[in-house]
Every structure is written in C-alpha cells, then in structure tokens.
C-alpha cells in the first residue's frame, strides 16, 4: 500500500528547537540594543527592574485571564491595580513612576490609561493653564500627585465637540457679586462626554468652558470643577453617568457629565495665562493654544506606547513565523520538512517592515520626550520669572511641539493599528484566538486614534501651517526654524529634478531623508497655489495636508533614527540599524507613498521598479537571519507580551493546548446551557408535537 502523501506521526512538531537555532551564534546582542532602543543603559536597566517587580507582583501581574473578564470583573481588577500602584507613587521618584505607567500601560493599557487620567491630564492641565501656586495646591497640598485625597479627570469632549476644541460650549459665567464662576450646560450637545473616571472614580474635574464676562464670551478657558464630596457623592447641580460597553479598554469608567449651574470660586479658574480679577478685568493669554498643552503629554505617550506595543506584537508573529512549518518546498523531497513561514520571500515582507517600524519609533519617542519636557520647563521658568522675550521664544517651540506631537501622534497609532492586525493574519487561525492577544489588543488600542484628536484631524491641522510656512517663505523671505526648518529651502527645488535616481541611493538614509523633504517642499507649494486660487479656503487642499501630515512623521521618526544610529558608541549594532532604517524608508515611505513621489518627480520610475521587484526583498533577506535576536532585544518577557502563541521559548502548540485547558477545563464536559441544547436535540418527534392531527386517522375522522 503507498503511503505516498501520508503525515508522518513519528515526531512531533517541534517549534522550540527552531527558534533557539536562531538564537545560536548571534551577531546580535540584545542587551545591548536594548541600550539603544530604551536610550542608555541606564534606563534600559531601571524598565528591566519594573518589569520585574510587576511580574512578581501578584495584583499587578496578568496571565490568559484577562481574556475572559466581563465589564465589571475589568473594572474591579483595574480598580484594584490602581490601589497597588499607589503604594508604588509613594516609594518611586515621579520619572520612574512615569516608566512604571509606560510599562503598564504596555500589558494592561486600561490600568495605565485610568490612572493616566488622574495624573496625566488631570494634573497636565492644571500644569499647563495654573499658576505654580495652584499646581501646588492641586497636586501636593491635596495630594492627587500620590493617588491620595483626591482624583481627578479630564473635561474637554463633549457630546457635540470633540477636535473643534474651540467650538465647546459649556459655559462659566462670572458672577461678579458673589465672586464665582456659573458652569452650566446649556443643551444635550455641550454635555461631557467620554469623560474616562467621570462614571465612578473622580472627585474633580478640569473643565473647559467659554468664559462669559458682562455678557461677553472670551472663549474657551480651563476651571477646576468638584464632581463629589469627602464622601463621594455627587455635588449639587452635577450629574453624572456610565456611557457603556465600548469597543475596549471596559476597564475604564469613561462617562458623561451634565453641570445646572454649578457655582466655583473665582480662584477655581486656572489662571497662568488667562486672568479674571475680583472686577470682572480679562488678562488673555499670549496664544490661545496653550489651554491644549494638556494634550502634548498625551500625544508624547502615545508615541512611546506605539514602540512598545509594536515591539510586543511584531515579536509574537516572529517568534510564530519561525516556529510554524507549513507546506513542503515544491523542489523537496518526500522526507523533506515542511517550509517555516519566516523563509518564505512574501512573509518576510509582511513582517520585517514591522520589525523595522518599531525601531524607527523608538527613536522618535525618545526625541519626543525629551523635547516636550525641556520645552515646558523652559516656559515655566519664563512665566515664573515674568520674562517675556522667555515667553515668546517658549510660545515657538509650543507651536513647532504642536506641529511634532500631532503628525508622530496621529501617524505611530495608525502604523501601529496596522501592525496589530496585519501580525495577527501572519499568524493564520491562530492569531483569531484571544489567547493570542492580537484580538483584545486591537480593541483596547485603536481608540488611541482619535482621543486627544482624531488622526485625520490631526494630519490636516499640521499641513495647514507647513503650506503657510511655505507661502511666508516664497512672498516674505521666512526663515523657518525647528524641525521644519528645511522648508526655507523651497525656493531651489521648485523643480522637477529628482533626487533619487537609482536603487542604489536608497541605501543612503541621508538622501532618502531628503527626498521626504524636497516632497513635502514640492506638495506644500501645490497646496499653497491651490488655496491662493480659491481665496485662502484650505478646505480645497484636505487631501494634500493629511499627506503633508504623515510624511513629516516619517521625516521626524527617519531624521532622529539616523542621527541616533551616527552617536552611537556600539558600531557592532549599525549595520543592523542601518539596514532597518533602510527597510523602514523604502516599505513604509517611498513604496507607500510612490504615487505622490512620483507625482512630484522625486523618485524615477525606474527606481519604484527596482525597489519593489529588489530593494525591499534584498534588505528582507539580509535582515532574516538576525530577526529573532533583532525582537529578542525588545527585552519584552512573557508576562508583558501575554501571548500563548509568543512566547520566548518558543513551544507555541504545548504553551497554546495548555493555556486553553487552563482556561477552557476538559472536566467540565456539560455547559450551562447544556439543558436547552439538550431539549432541543430530544424534542419529540413532529407528528406527536401535531398532536396526531395531520394522521390518517384524523383525516378520516375530519373528512365525514
């Protein structure tokens, strides 16, 4: 009898021994670009020691569990985590606490965001818009800082408004005889909405209101609003409740809030920029923005927590990709192994631009980070010391902050989106599981694309002053500074000169990083022709700045990736880096977008060719042998990573069949509703369930 085509059982898949074959003789150190990826080694060190503690911690710790949890178990277990990490607030200093939310916010991003709230936005605003005088107050004296007294959250949206921050309606009229501000929400629009701790958890509230003075609206301005008292019930005229199941993250008690004039002090107000005397006297602030810097934070975070959650999940479909055999080679023999699915040409394409991805975001999250803390505190210091040339320098770097912060926002949440889903179809049936993680992970993640602005929002309102950078610099003579200060340079490149003109070049990071830019020169110029032919109306030119938007992501994320990889002391890693930047700019940026780049004659259709049938798929093959190490150095262990299917030692089908029979017991062999199935299946048959009268008999009994 042939047996030809017949499985083998003589030997049981074994995953694990492949991917610690890649892990043999490695050209990497993981260590060591962990140093990288995480900015010195210092820091790499501390996020090694918190994850170790969170790991042992038995509260804050996390297993397959988690994928079974109703609403209400999500929200005690969150509720719970948070008081464990209180007793971390008082032991931290307030950089390593803010790792410790990083981290959390990696595994159990619901934890993470519900605190966040309290300490992040809560606490931001108040930093951004209050005196010193009252961020003391707010934060130490009644010690929201240590998760104590009182907590707080974040009143910006509302049911009506939401990236129109302008537009929000709540009102705060001055009462001068009383010396109050009235909040007050006129209609079922200007209700708050999606207010994450609002439902449950929050005693205060900063309020964005429009400020009413005499009868006269100053806009909007920030107030701190008490939502319950010592004892945690509501305050006269506050009404609150629950929005619902949301699409993830139920572990949050986001909700909406009504105010029927709620009467504040006047010293409620915020008051750093925008100042209400006992007279009822109006101080407007220098730039009316800067009531949003609560947002910078937010969006700075987003972009550190889209490296993270990249590294995690492109980490689960490589180590899967390398462990799971599938199909035999058509060139093989009968005896032949079945092909792992890393070494198959199209699924390193699908995954190792991912690989690369996270790379590149790292540096620009460290970038990031670094800039919005110095700019903030160089604008404190000048508003403390009344130093107006200080301001006003301060107010630039806020404007070029806000450009950054929005496109890296918008555009690392949209990759990263991507990347989620797109690792979980690398991993075929059993990425749909929600052992996996890809599933739940998903859904708690994508709502980063439009809270603290939506990302379409976001890209068009940071074209809009690029394209007027452009037309100051072509009418005036501008010199533009910051990381847009290559726009002063348009004027020598309103052309249609390419600056890529072979596949080679696309090795040199430096002349594809000016490529990004002699693009975005050349689309802002268009964009600025179209808006003067059409009076100034930028609405004509929606579609040119959401592209603007996400190129000077790219610009930003690719720029300090290579200067990252220029300053760095371990020259064994940059033939590494350099190939995964290569990767990055040719997949994520020149392929994505070769239309406009051609468009605009940057690239030369012989080198869109090139790159895709070999660039692409050579910097692949080069990065392939090295791709189990390159994730390995994400440092991510397998509390953190909380993937049946990904972890480090690789045994994907015992650790899979183990996690379901944890979860799922054999033992119990009948469900719940085993009794209606039952019944079912039992039911009488249909003539008795007739009663007999559709029978012969009855027929002719009925038919005399």
């Known amino acids: 009898m042939s047996t030809k085509g017949v499985v083998s059982y003589s030997a049981a898949p074994n995953p694990a021994a492949l991917l610690q074959k890649e892990r043999e003789n490695p050209s990497v150190d993981p260590v060591k670009m962990n140093y990288f ?13 918190i994850v170790q503690q969170m790991e042992r911690d038995p509260v804050l710790a996390t297993n397959a569990s988690y994928y079974h949890m109703t609403k209400d178990q999500e929200r005690e277990l969150t509720a719970l ?20 939310l990083s981290i ?19 606490l931001s605003c108040i930093r951004g818009n209050g005196t010193a005088e009252q961020l003391q107050y707010w934060a130490f004296h009644k010690e929201t800082v240590y998760i104590k ?6 009143g910006m949206t509302e049911m009506a408004h939401g990236s129109n921050v302008m537009g929000l309606e709540t009102t705060a009229t001055f009462d001068k005889e009383n010396d109050e ?28 209101a429009r400020l009413i003075v005499d009868g006269e609206d100053y806009g909007v301005k ?42 504040i002090p006047r010293f409620f107000m915020l008051q750093k920029f925008c100042k209400v005397s006992r007279d009822g006297d109006v101080t407007l602030p220098p730039l009316e923005q800067l009531a949003y810097s609560a947002l910078l934070g937010g969006r700075v975070m987003m972009v550190l927590d889209s490296y993270r959650m990249s590294a995690r999940f492109v980490t689960v479909a490589l180590r899967y990709a390398v462990g799971r055999r599938q199909f035999k080679p058509s060139d093989g023999s009968e005896e032949s192994l079945e092909t792992q699915l890393i070494d198959y040409p199209l699924h390193q394409r699908r995954l190792l631009p991912y690989l690369a991805q996270s790379y590149v975001i790292s540096a620009a999250a460290l970038k990031l980070e670094t800039t919005i803390e110095n700019t903030l505190n160089d604008l404190d210091a000048a508003v403390e010391t009344d130093d107006l040339d200080g301001i006003m320098k301060s107010i630039d770097d806020m404007k070029s902050l806000f450009i950054d912060s929005s ?16 690792c979980r179809q690398t991993c075929g049936g059993h990425g749909y599981s929600s052992y996996s993680g890809f599933g739940k992970a998903y859904n708690d993640w994508v709502v980063q694309c439009t809270w603290e602005g939506d990302n379409t929002v976001l890209c068009i309102s940071i074209g809009k002053p690029l394209v007027k950078h452009v037309m100051a610099v072509i ?11 290559f726009l002063t340079d348009v004027k020598d490149y309103l052309n249609d000169k390419p600056v890529i003109t072979s596949v080679s070049d696309l090795s040199d990071l430096r002349k594809v990083l000016r490529a990004i830019e002699v693009l975005l020169m050349r689309l802002c110029y268009q964009a600025s022709t179209v808006v003067k032919v059409n009076k100034g109306n930028f609405d004509y030119v929606g579609g040119e700045m959401l592209v603007i938007g996400k190129l000077k992501a790219h610009h930003y994320m690719l720029k300090e990736f290579i200067e990252r990889v220029e300053s760095i002391e371990d020259k064994s890693l940059v033939p590494h880096l350099l190939n995964l930047g290569r990767l990055y700019g040719a997949s994520h940026v020149l392929d994505k977008f070769s239309g406009d780049f051609l468009a605009y004659s940057v690239l030369t259709t012989n080198v869109v060719s090139e790159m895709s049938g070999y660039f692409i798929p050579d910097m692949c093959k080069a990065i392939r042998p090295h791709c189990i190490m390159l994730s390995d150095s994400f440092q991510q262990s397998d509390m953190l990573i909380n993937s049946s299917i990904g972890n480090y030692d690789g045994n994907i089908y015992e650790n899979y069949f183990n996690t379901v029979k944890t979860n799922n017991p054999p033992s119990n062999m009948k469900a719940p509703y085993s009794a209606k199935f039952e019944a079912l299946l039992n039911r009488a048959s249909k003539e008795i369930r007739d009663r007999g009268e559709k029978s012969e008999e009855a027929a002719e009994i009925l038919s005399k």
Not at 104 to 122: A, E, Y
């Open 81 to 100: 985590k948070i008081g464990r990490l209180a007793s971390y607030v008082e032991t931290d200093n307030l950089d390593d606490f803010q790792r410790r």
């Open 222 to 263: 920030t107030f701190v609003v008490p939502l319950r008292d010592a004892d945690h019930n509501l305050m006269p005229g506050v009404t609150v409740g629950d929005i619902g199941p949301k699409m993830g993250r139920d572990g949050i008690d986001n909700g909406w809030i009504q105010f029927s004039d709620v009467r």
């Open 37 to 49: 990826l995480e900015g010195s080694k210092e820091r790499s060190e501390l996020i090694r020691s």
């Open 149 to 154: 007294g009182i907590y707080g959250c974040f």
């Open 181 to 208: 501000f009235i909040i007050n929400t006129p209609h079922i629009g200007a209700t708050k909405w999606w207010i994450g701790g609002a439902a449950h958890s929050s005693t205060h509230c900063t309020v964005y």
């Open 407 to 422: 496109s890296l926002k918008a555009t690392c949440t949209w990759l990263t989106a991507e990347l989620i889903d797109q």
């Open 475 to 485: 009418n005036d003579g501008k010199v533009v500074k910051g990381s847009s200060s």
């Open 104 to 122: 959390i916010g990696l595994f159990d991003p619901q934890v993470g965001t519900r605190l966040g709230i309290n300490l992040g936005l809560f």
